[in-house]
């Protein structure tokens, strides 16, 4: 079993950034690829960006890409999602979700990959 907790959402202005974080407890960290997904009111559940157990490889939907990154720090039980240049489209809940694998290299971008969730936390963007 793996717990999942998010932090750093909020409010900001357009072209504003933020930093999400996902502290991970329960298990050993570095045998889970780890992703984000959000989900805007009224929408379903998108992927928004993976990484991989060593955190060698990323993947992005292709509206975030060249703004936002995914990192991780095994050390920490931590993925991170820094998201610059914010639009009012990106408003959404955003949710960290974790699957144990074997495979090093795997980057996961389907939210029926995963097995673990966060609860979410809210980004919200003004134009």
């Known amino acids: 079993q793996v717990q999942l907790v998010e932090s750093g959402g909020g409010l900001v202005q357009a072209g504003g950034s933020l930093r999400l974080s996902c502290a991970a407890s329960?298990?050993?960290?570095?045998?889970?690829?780890m992703g984000w997904f959000r989900q805007a009111p009224g929408k379903e559940r998108e992927f928004v960006a993976a990484i991989s157990r060593s955190g060698g490889t990323s993947s992005y939907t292709d509206s975030v890409k060249g703004r936002f990154t995914i990192s991780r720090d095994n050390a920490k039980n931590t993925v991170y999602l820094q998201m610059n240049s914010l639009k009012p489209e990106d408003t959404a809940v955003y949710y960290c979700?974790?699957?144990?694998?074997?495979?090093?290299?795997?980057?996961?971008?389907?939210?029926?990959?995963?097995?673990?969730w966060g609860q979410g936390t809210q980004v919200t963007v003004s134009s």
């Open positions: 329960g298990r050993t960290f570095s045998n889970y690829a």
């Open positions: 979700a974790a699957v144990e694998t074997g495979r090093l290299l795997w980057v996961p971008t389907s939210l029926y990959d995963y097995t673990y």
